[in-house]
Every structure is written in structure tokens, then in C-alpha cells.
């Protein structure tokens, strides 16, 4: 980090040089009839100059690892504001990560929540014959309000997974649930199934 500072801080300083009409190297002037001291390029150079000089004195930000945990908060979640009408998984978690705290949590993936969503059996996922996963809703999926389109992309077709308004206010108020199980807080299957209840299909939320 120190010696990519000490680089643009050579290229500044080489960058104003020129951009005074002078020779960097020697520190005499140019010639008078240089390319170098036309205004056109002569403004660039100090634009650049000055970008330069302003993206130096930013702090330095720090780098996001992986190793964060997942950090949501029901507080967080009502402050989401999902697109209308029926949406896929990753239009959910796009706006779910606009709300995280990203100096202490990683951002949500549509795998992930899938992920979860297979394990409590809501979701299923199917293999193609060229040994590709998908992932597919199930006889339990449109009673949490997650339905299905074919699509068709490159002459292939292929299922769409979508939430309607029952699906997107399913996951809003679970989603903290959902995803403290990849964290291991579910001991056995009968745990994770008994997590959420079955109930819900016939709340019709």
C-alpha cells in the first residue's frame, strides 16, 4: 500500500511539472512550440494532477474479507424496500444488501438463502443431463407463496424461480431464522423442520 502511494505521488508531481511547461527530468522549460504546452492537454494534466492529489488524501478503506459473519437484524429487514410484483432471489438480496452494515457483515447470496431453503425442504434441486444443479420449487413451495416460470435463454428452457407477496414477506420475516442454520444452530433435521412451522402454508400469510 505504502509503495502504490509513493507512485502516485511521483506521477502528480510529474504531472504538474509538465503541466507548468516544464521539463520533468531537467526542470527547464519546454519549448515553445512543444505539443506539451498546448491548453488542451496542458488542462488534462492538471485535471489528472488533482484527482490524483484528492484520491490521496481519502483514508484508506478497509478491505472486506470473507471471514465476516452474516450480520442481520430484524431492524435491518423492515428498513428493506423490495421491487414490486413477483421477484427472483437475487432482486431479494440485492436489496437486502443495501441495507447491511458492510463493515461488520458479509453481503447475502441467492445461494445461500437457496441453500437454506433446500434444507428446510421448501425449495428442491434437480440435476440436467449434463450434470448441472438447479434449483426447482417442490410440492411445499407455493404455500410459502414461491412459484415457478419456464423461461427460455439460448434456445434452452428452464425454471424460474419467483416469490410472490406471500414468498417475499415469508423471507423478510424469517430471513434471520433462515440463515442462522448455515451457522449450525440447527442440531438435527427434526430441529430444522420443527424451526418453522408448517403452519405458515395454511396461514396463508
Known amino acids: 500500500m505504502r509503495y502504490e502511494k509513493d507512485q502516485l505521488l511521483q506521477s502528480k508531481n510529474?504531472?504538474?511539472?509538465?503541466?507548468?511547461?516544464?521539463?520533468?527530468?531537467?526542470?527547464?522549460?519546454?519549448?515553445?512550440?512543444?505539443?506539451l504546452r498546448e491548453?488542451?492537454?496542458?488542462?488534462?494534466?492538471?485535471?489528472?494532477?488533482?484527482?490524483?492529489?484528492q484520491a490521496l488524501s481519502k483514508p484508506s478503506k478497509r478491505k472486506r474479507t470473507r471471514h465476516l459473519p452474516?450480520?442481520?437484524?430484524?431492524?435491518?429487514?423492515?428498513?428493506?424496500?423490495l421491487p414490486e410484483g413477483k421477484i427472483g432471489i437475487q432482486a431479494f438480496t440485492k436489496a437486502v444488501n443495501q441495507v447491511l452494515d458492510r463493515e461488520n457483515s458479509?453481503?447475502?447470496?441467492?445461494?445461500r438463502i437457496n441453500k437454506q431453503l433446500k434444507r428446510m425442504g421448501i425449495l428442491s434441486e434437480?440435476?440436467?443431463?449434463?450434470?448441472?444443479?438447479?434449483?426447482?420449487?417442490?410440492?411445499?413451495s407455493e404455500g410459502y407463496g414461491i412459484e415457478s416460470v419456464?423461461?427460455?435463454?439460448?434456445?434452452?428452457?428452464?425454471?424460474?424461480?419467483?416469490?410472490?407477496?406471500?414468498?417475499k414477506q415469508f423471507l423478510l420475516e424469517h430471513l434471520v431464522e433462515i440463515m442462522a442454520f448455515e451457522?449450525?444452530?440447527?442440531a438435527d433435521e427434526?430441529?430444522?423442520?420443527?424451526?418453522?412451522?408448517?403452519?405458515f402454508e395454511k396461514e396463508g400469510v
Request: glycine share 4%; hydrophobic share 30%.
Open 14 to 35: 510529474l504531472l504538474q511539472t509538465l503541466a507548468n511547461g516544464l521539463n520533468p527530468l531537467t526542470k527547464e522549460p519546454l519549448p515553445s512550440d512543444s505539443f
Open 39 to 53: 491548453s488542451t492537454l496542458t488542462s488534462s494534466l492538471f485535471y489528472l494532477s488533482a484527482y490524483i492529489d
Open 70 to 81: 452474516l450480520h442481520l437484524t430484524k431492524a435491518e429487514l423492515q428498513t428493506v424496500c
Open 106 to 111: 458479509q453481503l447475502l447470496t441467492a445461494v
Open 126 to 140: 434437480i440435476e440436467d443431463e449434463e450434470g448441472g444443479k438447479h434449483t426447482v420449487t417442490n410440492d411445499h
Open 150 to 167: 419456464q423461461r427460455k435463454f439460448r434456445d434452452r428452457e428452464y425454471e424460474q424461480v419467483l416469490f410472490n407477496e406471500t414468498g
Open 183 to 186: 451457522e449450525g444452530n440447527a
Open 190 to 199: 427434526k430441529d430444522k423442520k420443527n424451526a418453522f412451522p408448517a403452519d
